[in-house]
């Protein structure tokens, strides 16, 4: 591996020092990266080679992830674990958003994440939805819907949970205890060799509930990137298959479903599954 400032120029030196004339060329989003300038330079510089994407092939190899990989996600995991812990300590009513999300972030940060990411929906705001923090003051009694999503030696990992400061309604415990019936069926639907991980959404009455968890996705693998293959409950998602890192997730938030998050990972193995973090389906409350 070589860092060069003129990918094709690069190419061309390292193939005429080792001496190559490839015959065929494996090509990953090559294209989608380069500008039109160095697509033709390269272009013309293997213009004797048969150039394949080999895109799909790629993503089929870190479908599984090695235990290497599996223990540098389990340790971004408990990285996200510690940020909300910290989210949980020092959330306080009339504190505003971004404030708090300042001291998760620096708690991820301490421990050596390299990127973090952070979102929020509130039950205040029900059209809204899981975005940015913002100079909002934090209210007591509300449901605060809490995504946060880190990158520790580039393995992406996501956790999300529900907070409320103070008292629940009997709304918002309405709302949560049909999260966690949803998020239960779901963990349920993860199975080895299945591949219709959705099947279960048809038997949702309330369109609003099935709208909200298609639109924020019910989940998918993690690992270099933050979203990668399978994504759970869509067409042609793949099957099921020992040694993959999922992230389930279940999100609520919309006047006509209620406000709500369970997000947690997975180790998909041959007698099930096996959670990344401590599992943490409750609301959860915290003292102001």
């Given amino acids: 591996m070589r860092s060069v400032g003129q990918f094709a120029q690069g190419l061309g030196d390292a193939l005429k020092a080792r001496e190559l004339k490839p015959k065929r060329v494996g090509l990953v989003s090559v294209q989608e990266q380069l500008n039109i300038r160095e697509w033709n330079g390269l272009a013309k510089l293997l213009d004797s080679a048969e150039l394949c994407d080999l895109s799909d092939f790629l993503a089929s190899l870190r479908l599984v992830k090695s235990p290497a990989e599996q223990n540098l996600l389990k340790e971004t995991n408990r990285i996200l674990e510690q940020a909300l812990a910290r989210f949980e300590k020092e959330a306080r009513v009339g504190q505003k958003e971004y404030e708090v999300m300042a001291l998760v972030e ?8 390299e990127d973090f990411r952070f979102l929020i929906a509130r039950s205040s705001e029900p059209e809204v939805g899981l975005r940015p923090a913002a100079p909002f003051p934090i209210r007591k009694g509300e449901a605060l819907l809490v995504a946060v999503a880190a990158s520790y030696q580039r393995y992406w990992a996501e956790l999300g949970r529900t907070f409320c400061l103070g008292s629940p309604s009997q709304e918002l415990v309405r709302s949560h205890n049909l999260a966690k019936s949803l998020f239960r069926k779901l963990v ?10 959705g099947k279960w959404l048809l038997e949702i009455p309330s369109p609003a509930v099935k709208m909200c968890l298609e639109t924020y996705g019910l989940g998918n693998g993690v690992g270099l990137e933050l979203d990668e293959a399978p994504f759970l409950g869509r067409e042609g998602a793949g099957k099921i298959q020992p040694g993959m890192v999922l992230t389930l997730r279940v999100c609520l938030a919309g006047k006509e479903c209620g406000s709500a998050l369970i997000s947690q990972p997975f180790l998909v193995q041959h007698d099930g599954l096996q959670p990344l973090a401590t599992p943490v389906e409750e609301l959860v409350l915290v003292e102001s």
């Avoid at 620096?106 to 994440?113: I, K, L, P, S, W």
């Avoid at 349920?188 to 991980?197: A, E, L, P, Q, W």
Wanted: proline share 0%; no cysteine.
């Fill in 188 to 197: 349920d639907s993860i199975k080895v060799g299945s591949s219709d991980t």
């Fill in 106 to 113: 620096r708690e991820a940060r301490r421990q050596g994440v």
